[in-house]
Structure formats: C-alpha cells, structure tokens
C-alpha cells in the first residue's frame, strides 16, 4: 500500500513538472510555446504566405533563437491570453498586452518590449512639438475616441479640429492632404507607411501611453528574468528599434522597465 501511494506522489510531482514552464524546462523540452496575436496587424496576424507575421511574431522568433530552442506560435485572441497562460498552453504571452494592477494578480510582466500609443503624427515638415504648436493647424482625429477627447481637452482654440467616422476615413484625409496632422494610435499610423513605405509621416510626440508587456506565469522567476535580461539585450543592441521601424515605421521611444 505505501509503494503504490508513494508512486502515485511520484506520478503527480513529475506531471507538475512537466507542465512547468520555467526556463530550465522549457530548455529540457527544447520548444517555447509562445502566444501572439491572432488578427491584430502589426503585432499579429496571417500574412499572405500563410504564416503569422507581425512585431510580436518577430520578438517570439527572437526569444527562440536566443534560447536554441523550436518556437511553437499559439495564436489568441485577448480573453485566452492569460487563461492560456495559467493552464501552461503557452509558456510565454507576447500579444500586446498592456500591464495593469488587476492583471498583475494573476500573471508577472516582464519589461516593456513595444510601444503602444497614441500619438501626433504630421509630414516631416511641419513643425510640432507639443499641444500648443497645434494652433492654426487643421488636425484629423477619429470622432469619439480616446484620441478625440484628449485632442479636445488639450489643443488650443486655434486648433481646426476636423472628425470623421472611422479610422479609414481619418486616414483618407491625412493622405490626401485634406488635413495636415494625424491624432490616432501608432498601429492606425503605421497603416499608412505600411502599406506606402515612402509616405512622408513621422511621430510629433505621444497624448497617452499604453506600452506592450510579455506575460509570464507566476512562479517562472527564472524565466522572468531571462526575459527580461532578452528585453534589455535587444534595446541596447538595436534589435527591437528594428522590428519597431520594420512593422511600426518609427524608431523604439524609451519603454520603462
């Protein structure tokens, strides 16, 4: 009876382990399991090869390689993020995911990775730096958004503030020229130099700030800290200002740690 109840105990300490999904194992197993997007261009989504592609893909590629291990790509949608990420179904989560107090109960976040904002955006020559230089400029903005009301709160009196329905029709008039800056998020932006590389459109400065954080499961410390040494590794050597002027078509701002 006792032998049969300790191998039951071992039975059940090596499942745990199994489906661990700190470094050490991820190492044994030789693959990460990573999410990302599964249709939110440019961070993720189906490329016309077939395959996911997208910033977030791009830094799951990296994780990989720097770990010498196969890469299994689980594309999710937002309610399966962290769901996946406590039932060991991913090891990692790295789908735009902004980091909160409430999110923070459940899962760990490693450093930021990707800038996720909203921002002014105008032709390189026209000079803006901040609010006040709005002033006499005709600006579109997507009616009733976030980027709306702040624009609205902020911009001074002079500002012809110019909204339209949709995100399209936003976009439409910045590229016809009908207005000369764009108040939008910097995925809507990068639409543009995405789909026209040679489109004259720079960020000014940022109206709100919402960076991306890769989730990890509580209890992966050393995993954790594995990315985030990555995270620091691929700001210092350039990496990620690559991926973010390749998919974003702007260099990386300053992310916090």
């Not at 077939?50 to 196969?70: C, F, N, P, R, S």
């Not at 902020?154 to 029709?169: L, S």
């Amino acid at each position: 009876m006792f032998k049969l109840i300790k191998y039951f105990i071992v039975i059940f300490l090596m499942t745990i382990t199994s489906s661990f999904a700190d470094l050490s194992n991820i190492l044994k197993k030789g693959e990460v399991k990573i999410a990302v997007p599964e249709a939110f261009a440019p961070f993720g989504s189906v490329g016309k090869t077939g395959e996911h592609e997208g910033y977030d893909v791009d830094v799951a590629k990296l994780i990989a390689k720097d770990l010498g291990v196969k890469l299994k790509i689980i594309p999710v949608v937002s309610k399966q993020r962290i769901p996946f990420l406590e039932t060991n179904k991913v090891d990692l989560v790295i789908s735009t995911m902004g980091a909160n107090p409430k999110r923070a109960k459940s899962i760990n976040f490693s450093s930021a990775y990707a800038p996720f904002y909203s921002g002014v955006f105008a032709p390189s020559n026209v000079k803006i730096h901040n609010y006040d230089d709005l002033d006499g400029l005709t600006v579109g903005v997507t009616g009733g958004t976030l980027e709306d009301l702040e624009l609205t709160k902020r911009a001074p009196k002079g500002t012809k503030i110019t909204r339209f329905g949709d995100n399209a029709a936003t976009l439409s008039a910045i590229k016809s020229k009908q207005v000369q800056v764009l108040v939008s998020g910097n995925t809507v932006a990068a639409s543009i130099t995405d789909s026209d590389p040679n489109f004259d459109l720079q960020r000014k400065f940022i109206i709100k700030d919402s960076p991306c954080f890769i989730g990890i499961k509580k209890g992966n410390e050393d995993l954790l800290r594995w990315v985030n040494v990555f995270i620091l590794h691929k700001k210092l050597g350039g990496d990620l200002n690559k991926i973010s002027q390749k998919w974003l078509g702007q260099d990386l701002p300053p992310l916090p740690s």
